[in-house]
């Protein structure tokens, strides 16, 4: 079945990076777009990057462009995100995903890893 495990967070002072890394199985990886997303204490989930099955193209929202880099290594069927020039606003729980899209309104699949805690402190 679909599996999705997150791993790469921390804490981490304001200015600093992360690397954050999403290992998949259970589909065939390099068929499918993938996607980076956030929740916030009391925020719903949000959007944060996304990346064409070819690695080619890539989406970010606003709040992150120019500081978080969205790759994937279709051998090792994973994503990454690294995080440059973290801020508090940062904090939350990181989620990957497939999705239907590259836009920020495309949806996601339905399935859901764990994801993984990143906590920026001032």
């Known amino acids: 079945q679909v599996k999705l495990v997150e791993s790469g967070g921390g804490l981490v002072q304001a200015g600093g990076s992360l690397r954050l890394s999403c290992a998949a199985s259970?589909?065939?990886?390099?068929?499918?777009?993938m996607g980076w997303f956030r929740q916030a204490p009391g925020k719903e989930r949000e959007f944060v990057a996304s990346i064409i099955h070819t690695g080619s193209d890539t989406n970010y929202a606003d709040s992150v462009k120019g500081r978080f880099t969205i790759s994937r290594d279709n051998a090792k069927n994973t994503v990454y995100l690294q995080m440059n020039s973290l801020k508090p606003e940062d904090t939350a729980v990181y989620y990957c995903?497939?999705?239907?899209?590259?836009?920020?309104?495309?949806?996601?699949?339905?399935?859901w890893g764990q994801g993984t805690q990143v906590t920026v402190s001032s």
């Open positions: 995903n497939r999705v239907y899209g590259l836009g920020a309104s495309a949806p996601p699949y339905d399935y």
């Open positions: 259970g589909f065939t990886f390099g068929g499918y777009y």
